[in-house]
């Protein structure tokens, strides 16, 4: 043992040795042949120090949207080489998603989805570096934490950013019926209105502002949960407080559930046609063509009633064959005392109005 470990100072003390690769080559720091002057530097006592915003970003689907963070040392001495920033988006548990971009001074590369839509902010602060992080075309599954890392030679240091879209949480379920969902299936009904999986985060807010839903529908991280603003017999018994219930990880292709479904503000508008006999579906999807438009998704509806005060007492088809209408201001004849989405279900016969959506 005594011979290995000498062996292994010896190869870290020869030039030969390539330090531990993280996404960026440590090219002078370890290396006996390098400038002695960045030695002195780095153990000099000069502390690198990176800071992001504490309190959440919030944005919206299609917005622009900047993640604050910089950098600077203490003691600052001087210039520095060209350090690395690297931005990565994790997972609840902090373990990283994806890598979303890495700049190496005017140079970066973006990946994934993020090519072409993310980039380093230049402008900066007196005292501190600027490693803030724009983000263009905002998506619905940009919504979550991300990591802000600094690399200067030896030094890493990185802090969180937490991006929250605006949007709203919806129940679905297909027109199969109450719980015909596996979890990938979830995932494209979502998709398929417009919308994606809802995480615990937004199914919580939700719950907050007044969803109280007892039937348990899938979450982005493969749990079953439902929310319970007032606790009743069916919905896990009159002895629970209000809060959300938990399934907890269900096995993501045996067992069958409904959906939690986010979708955030619209780039477009959701506009309401009509005609004196009303249409089928198919009349209705040709109605929305003849207009410039597209029939509207049921997660379109939402966002309308929810970001754009879209009221109307009229129900009306939707992609999926479903029948609903959208009320901000209850009145007699138009549903429940309570402004919410009604829906007529998916009838197989009948002639409605539609909702229409035009991009702007």
Same mark, same amino acid.
């Given at each position: 043992?005594?011979?290995?470990?000498?062996?292994?100072?010896?190869?870290?003390?020869?030039?030969?040795?390539?330090?531990?690769?993280?996404?960026?080559?440590?090219?002078?720091?370890?290396?006996?042949?390098? /400038?002695?002057?960045?030695?002195?530097?780095?153990?000099?006592?000069?502390?690198?120090?990176?800071?992001?915003?504490?309190?959440?970003?919030?944005?919206?689907?299609?917005?622009?949207?900047?993640?604050?963070?910089?950098?600077?040392?203490?003691?600052?001495?001087?210039?520095?080489?060209?350090?690395?920033?690297?931005?990565?988006?994790?997972?609840? /548990?902090?373990?990283?998603?994806?890598?979303?971009?890495?700049?190496?001074?005017?140079?970066?590369?973006?990946?994934?989805?993020?090519?072409?839509?993310?980039?380093?902010?230049?402008?900066?602060?007196?005292?501190?570096?600027?490693?803030?992080?724009?983000?263009?075309?905002?998506?619905?599954?940009?919504?979550?934490?991300?990591?802000?890392?600094?690399?200067?030679?030896?030094? /890493?240091?990185?802090?969180?950013?937490?991006?929250?879209?605006?949007?709203?949480?919806?129940?679905? =379920?297909?027109?199969?019926?109450?719980?015909?969902?596996?979890?990938?299936?979830?995932?494209?009904?979502?998709?398929? =209105?417009?919308?994606?999986?809802?995480?615990?985060?937004?199914?919580?807010?939700?719950?907050?502002?007044?969803?109280?839903?007892?039937?348990?529908?899938?979450?982005?991280?493969?749990?079953? =949960?439902?929310?319970?603003?007032?606790?009743?017999?069916?919905?896990?018994?009159?002895?629970?407080?209000?809060?959300?219930? +938990?399934?907890?990880?269900?096995?993501?292709?045996?067992?069958?559930?409904?959906?939690?479904?986010?979708?955030?503000?619209?780039?477009?508008?959701?506009?309401?046609? /009509?005609?004196?006999?009303?249409?089928?579906?198919?009349?209705?999807? =040709? +109605?929305?063509?003849?207009?410039?438009?597209?029939?509207?998704?049921?997660?379109?509806?939402? +966002?309308?009633?929810?970001?754009?005060?879209?009221?109307?007492?009229?129900?009306?088809?939707?992609?999926?064959? +479903?029948?609903?209408?959208?009320?901000?201001?209850?009145?007699?004849?138009?549903?429940?005392?309570?402004?919410?989405?009604?829906?007529?279900?998916?009838?197989?016969?009948?002639?409605?109005?539609?909702?229409?959506?035009?991009?702007?």
């Amino acid at each position: 043992l005594p011979l290995l470990l000498k062996a292994t100072l010896l190869r870290l003390a020869s030039g030969s040795y390539h330090p531990f690769y993280n996404g960026f080559y440590y090219n002078h720091i370890m290396n006996d042949n390098g /400038d002695e002057q960045d030695k002195v530097d780095y153990f000099s006592g000069s502390k690198l120090v990176v800071e992001a915003s504490k309190d959440p970003v919030y944005s919206y689907n299609g917005a622009n949207v900047t993640l604050p963070c910089h950098y600077r040392y203490e003691p600052d001495l001087g210039p520095k080489r060209k350090i690395r920033i690297k931005w990565s988006k994790l997972r609840d /548990d902090y373990t990283k998603e994806q890598d979303v971009m890495v700049a190496i001074g005017k140079t970066y590369m973006a990946f994934g989805d993020f090519k072409g839509r993310a980039h380093i902010r230049r402008a900066g602060e007196a005292s501190w570096h600027e490693a803030s992080l724009v983000i263009s075309d905002v998506r619905l599954k940009d919504d979550g934490k991300y990591r802000c890392e600094v690399i200067d030679g030896l030094e /890493d240091e990185s802090d969180i950013v937490d991006l929250r879209l605006q949007g709203i949480v919806f129940p679905y =379920q297909p027109p199969r019926g109450q719980y015909r969902l596996n979890f990938h299936e979830a995932e494209q009904v979502c998709q398929d =209105q417009g919308a994606i999986l809802a995480n615990f985060n937004q199914l919580f807010q939700a719950w907050s502002e007044g969803l109280d839903w007892c039937n348990a529908g899938w979450l982005a991280d493969g749990t079953v =949960q439902y929310p319970i603003r007032l606790p009743r017999k069916p919905c896990g018994g009159v002895h629970l407080a209000p809060g959300i219930r +938990s399934y907890g990880p269900r096995h993501r292709h045996l067992h069958r559930f409904d959906a939690f479904c986010f979708s955030s503000a619209l780039k477009g508008e959701v506009f309401y046609l /009509d005609r004196l006999a009303g249409m089928t579906l198919e009349e209705a999807k =040709q +109605s929305c063509q003849d207009a410039g438009a597209e029939i509207a998704r049921v997660g379109q509806l939402y +966002s309308a009633w929810k970001f754009a005060g879209l009221d109307r007492c009229n129900a009306g088809w939707l992609a999926d064959g +479903s029948v609903r209408y959208p009320i901000v201001t209850p009145r007699a004849n138009c549903g429940p005392a309570e402004p919410g989405v009604r829906s007529f279900g998916f009838p197989s016969k009948g002639r409605f109005g539609v909702f229409c959506y035009r991009e702007r």
